[in-house]
């Protein structure tokens, strides 16, 4: 009985751990894609931006994080 309960406890705290681990909504390929190129552009014109700014190294980087997080 208690090897049952046992199992039936570390089921349980599976099934929960496996249904928080999921995300909200699975996307599609297409979406992917979509969200993927329109991040690669974004991203192409930071380094353009950065290029257009004479920037190098530390200040490159720098620059090209805060490009990136920003909206």
Do not use: D
């Not at 929960?16 to 979406?31: L, M, N």
């Amino acid at each position: 009985m208690r090897r049952l309960l046992q199992a039936a406890t570390l089921l349980l705290v599976a099934t929960i751990a496996f249904a928080v681990a999921a995300p909200a909504h699975a996307r599609s390929s297409g979406e992917i894609v979509v969200l993927s190129n329109i991040m690669a552009a974004k991203y192409e014109a930071c380094r353009q931006e950065a290029k257009r700014q004479h920037l190098h190294l530390v200040a490159r980087w720098r620059f090209l994080r805060a490009c990136h997080k920003a909206p």
